[in-house]
């Protein structure tokens, strides 16, 4: 099977990764598809442009994750109205130090803001799928009950998709990692702030994490029956 390692493709056996490929113990982990990051506007509170090709691609994947009996959980940042989880308390670093990077955003005090249009899901979100929607900093595993969520169905093995690559993808993969869950990201389904952090970050969860894989890949692993 194909795997990523520092950014370069490497063919390796299958069977060394049985306990990565079971579909009964995997769930998909799908963060921060919501207009907040992909809405093609000016007042788009934290935009996240790269990651808009990926929509319909994710889309496609969860149905088959779905017919292959792979729950789909959708996690997205939401803020308390007032502002006492972030700008009315001890402000999130990523609001001074983001923009020394890409500039002034106009409308970040509005970024995820629970009841605004921000929130919504851009994604389809089905009726069978979870949902985690407290999402409060870089990680979807802090403050959020997911991993009671995905301890509760017996789940082992997590699979990152969404974005930022370099950011709360890559945060929430430390955790799982520190937490003891198996890793695969999908290079494919992933975007970071730009191909430089992008690559550096799935260079570090092939390295000490977990699977860096395409999303084809993986499911011609599932498809293949292992474990046996």
């Not at 990077?101 to 851009?122: D, L, R």
Request: hydrophobic fraction near 45%.
């Amino acid at each position: 099977m194909k795997v990523w390692v520092y950014d370069q493709p490497r063919e390796v056996p299958a069977a060394d990764f049985r306990d990565y490929l079971d579909p009964a113990s995997t769930a998909v982990l799908s963060i921060d598809m919501h207009r907040g990051h992909l809405e093609d506007s000016p007042d788009c509170p934290c935009p996240a442009p790269r990651a808009r090709d990926v929509v319909a691609p994710i889309d496609a994947f969860h149905r088959q994750a779905r017919a292959l009996g792979v729950p789909i959980v959708h996690i997205k940042s939401v803020l308390r109205a007032g502002g006492a989880d972030d700008l009315a308390g001890i402000p999130a670093a990523w609001r001074r130090t983001f923009p020394l990077h890409v500039g002034p955003i106009p409308n970040a005090a509005a970024h995820a803001i629970e009841g605004s249009p921000w929130t919504e899901w851009v994604t389809e979100v089905l009726p069978q799928d979870l949902r985690v929607e407290n999402k409060r900093r870089l990680s979807a595993f802090y403050p959020t009950d997911l991993d009671f969520l995905l301890r509760n169905q017996r789940i082992s093995t997590v699979v990152f998709d969404g974005g930022f690559t370099d950011c709360c993808v890559l945060n929430s993969a430390f955790d799982a990692n520190n937490l003891n869950y198996r890793v695969i990201v999908l290079r494919d389904l992933v975007r970071g702030t730009d191909d430089h952090l992008e690559s550096a970050a799935l260079s570090m969860v092939s390295l000490h994490l977990g699977l860096v894989m395409t999303s084809q890949d993986l499911l011609a692993g599932w498809r293949q029956g292992f474990p046996a």
